[in-house]
């Protein structure tokens, strides 16, 4: 839990190298969210650096999607 009812999902894609850590937000959490998931995190222009996480490489801010 990140504060906010957002959550941090650290996933990682099968083929790909790292932890990617989403960010959702709890109360607005559709199933199109999250069936749109995987291929959301590997847009790498959504990716941002993640220095305060040690779990993960990038964060990707799904709280306004």
């Known amino acids: 839990m990140r504060g906010d009812s ?3 999902l650290h996933v990682q894609h099968p083929d790909g ?3 990617i850590g ?4 709890l109360a607005d959490m559709p199933t199109a969210l999250i069936a ?3 291929s959301l995190v590997r ?3 959504r990716h941002q650096p993640a220095p ?3 779990h993960c490489d990038v964060l990707v801010d799904l709280t306004g999607w």
């Not at 989403?22 to 937000?25: A, Q, S, V």
């Open 6 to 8: 957002r959550l941090r």
């Open 17 to 19: 190298d790292g932890i």
């Open 22 to 25: 989403g960010d959702i937000h």
């Open 36 to 38: 749109s998931l995987p």
């Open 43 to 45: 847009e790498e222009e």
């Open 52 to 54: 305060d996480d040690p």
